[in-house]
């Protein structure tokens, strides 16, 4: 039971470290390049777009899977234990940056209402550079869920 959920971790964790790291490097990127409106428009569409029944699977199982990973018996007391066990909050902590900050922010973003130029930059002002930090923390935290994770099961 111990190796199924491993590789389930490992592919949850994998693929939500991978679509950040993609976002971050690339999307965010291209969304720099953008006027105001346009950034606010694309964001929000991608903001629509994201939280689709594959992502959120994902995110779930990045959540979930490695403390059943730990609570599983795959740990052995020692050294793998500490790596599983910091992967576990690693994760927990990437998907806590997510839920407790992104989101917020994305919520916020949506329920603007901006007319004038002024207000759709101000718009921008208030989200992006926040959005980028969590963003990046939660990347970053993420990357190391996979590592650590990946290095606890090849222990």
């Known amino acids: ?11 949850c964790t ?10 971050a490097f690339a999307v965010v990127r291209g969304l720099a390049r953008l006027d105001d409106r346009a950034y606010v428009v694309a964001m929000r569409h991608l903001n629509e777009a994201v939280p689709s029944p594959p992502f959120l699977v994902v995110l779930a199982g990045t959540a979930l899977l490695p403390w059943a990973v730990l609570a599983g018996g795959f ?42 130029e002024a207000d759709w ?3 921008r ?6 959005w980028n930090a969590l963003h990046a923390a939660r990347t970053a935290l993420a990357a190391a869920a996979f590592g650590l994770l990946a290095a606890g099961g090849l222990k």
């Open 1 to 11: 039971m111990a190796r199924p959920v491993m590789l389930l971790a490992l592919v």
């Open 14 to 23: 994998g693929l939500f470290a991978g679509f950040c790291f993609c976002y």
């Open 75 to 116: 740990g052995d007391g020692g050294s793998r234990s500490w790596l599983l066990g910091a992967a576990a909050l690693c994760a927990a902590a990437a998907i806590a940056v997510t839920l407790l900050g992104n989101v917020p922010l994305n919520a916020r973003l949506a329920a603007g209402s901006p007319v004038t």
């Open 121 to 123: 930059h101000a718009l």
């Open 125 to 130: 002002q208030g989200f992006e550079a926040r």
